[in-house]
């Protein structure tokens, strides 16, 4: 299996993916705006493709604020079923964060598994002074600190515009 950047033609084979992981069209449909996004961005927005040419796992993070800082959403995170709990998710999150890093980022926020993300090293948001856009999110709503971090973004988190559709 490799990790790699999107293209264009891999989009019908992952939004299929999308619509295959979660229970609701909501995450294709959100796939979908973020694609057609400003806040999109190339560099992140990967495909885990196996030795057959088959994706099984995809993952977008766009742009984000925090306050007026830039900041990184992440999410939706997709396997394919059938092929979950065998690392595929790791290797893209692993992946996600290293090219962040390079891209000289300082934060990734996402809403999710308080069992997932922490050993990934993500933490609750608010323990980074990062508030909320939905209060009830309580500590599922997380944030990580990349290696060019600098403390004190504090204010309030805004995910890129398809987001605010939901
Ligand atoms: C969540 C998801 C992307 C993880 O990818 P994956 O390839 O299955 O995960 P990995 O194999 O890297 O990691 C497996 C580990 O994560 C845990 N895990 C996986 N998905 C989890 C979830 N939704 N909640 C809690 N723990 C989860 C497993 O228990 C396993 O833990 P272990 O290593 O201690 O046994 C994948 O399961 C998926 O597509 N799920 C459906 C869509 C979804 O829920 N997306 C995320 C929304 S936040």
């Given at each position: 299996m490799i990790i790699r950047r999107e293209h264009a033609g891999d989009r019908p084979e992952v939004l299929a993916l999308v619509e295959a992981a979660f229970p609701e069209p909501v995450e294709a449909r959100l796939l979908r705006e973020l694609f057609a996004a400003?806040?999109?961005?190339p560099r992140l927005s990967l495909v885990a493709e196996s030795e057959?040419?088959?994706?099984l796992g995809y993952v977008i993070t766009t742009r984000a604020w925090i306050g007026a800082a830039d900041s990184l959403g992440l999410g939706p995170i997709a396997v394919l079923p059938g092929y979950q709990r065998q690392g595929i998710g790791s290797a893209l999150m692993h992946a996600t964060i290293a090219a962040a890093n390079d891209m000289a980022e300082q934060t990734i926020v996402l809403l999710g598994s308080t069992e997932y993300?922490?050993?990934?090293?993500?933490?609750?948001?608010d323990s980074m002074g990062i508030a909320s856009?939905?209060?009830?999110?309580g500590s599922h709503f997380m944030a990580l600190a990349l290696d060019a971090f600098v403390p004190g973004q504090h204010g309030h988190f805004k995910y890129s515009e398809p987001f605010n559709s939901l």
């Open positions: 400003r806040e999109y961005l057959r040419g088959e994706i993300y922490p050993r990934f090293g993500f933490v609750p948001a856009p939905d209060p009830s999110w």
